[in-house]
């Protein structure tokens, strides 16, 4: 993609300048040649701004950008190209707030956790596998995030381990900002 529109523009410019330069000298009327050459290359932007907002109201997820020619090309390319990152980052940002849902299990319970009979485990290992693996949304924590991780696994496995049921919800709430 061409980051250098202003030379483009600049290029546009002269060439139409120049053609309408040319078209008075042979007509003789310099004015009216330029006017007609600015009127035209005017029209020819305003259907593309037209093309632009009817592709940007009504295209689908999908849909590659209409075809373009100079910077209008990459005007549309450029736009696609941001939707598609968009898309991606909200599906990566889906997938965080879907483990993390799914792991504060415990929390969300009201009344006691049968830790030793939750399958909770297979669970989140089945989801975070699909989505770094499948889906390709996930990506390796941060390793601060790692240690507290490891810290939340333990406790949960250390729980099911000896048989506990724990009113998780109960404990943390104390501690949480009353709305």
Known sequence: MNQNWHGTLIR???LLITGCL???LVSGQ???SLAVGIGLYLGWTLKQLLRLHEWLRQHK???APPDGYGLWG???DSIYHLQRRDQRVRGRLQAVIDVIFLVCEPLRRVGPYDFPNSDLPARVRALTFDLAFRRRLLRSPP???MFLHRKLVG???LLARIGARVDARGLVLPFLPTR
């Open 12 to 14: 546009h410019m002269l």
């Open 22 to 24: 040319l078209v008075g």
């Open 30 to 32: 310099y004015g009216w």
């Open 61 to 63: 997820p999908d849909e």
């Open 74 to 76: 990459e005007v549309f």
């Open 143 to 145: 390793p601060e995030s």
């Open 155 to 157: 406790s949960f496995l």
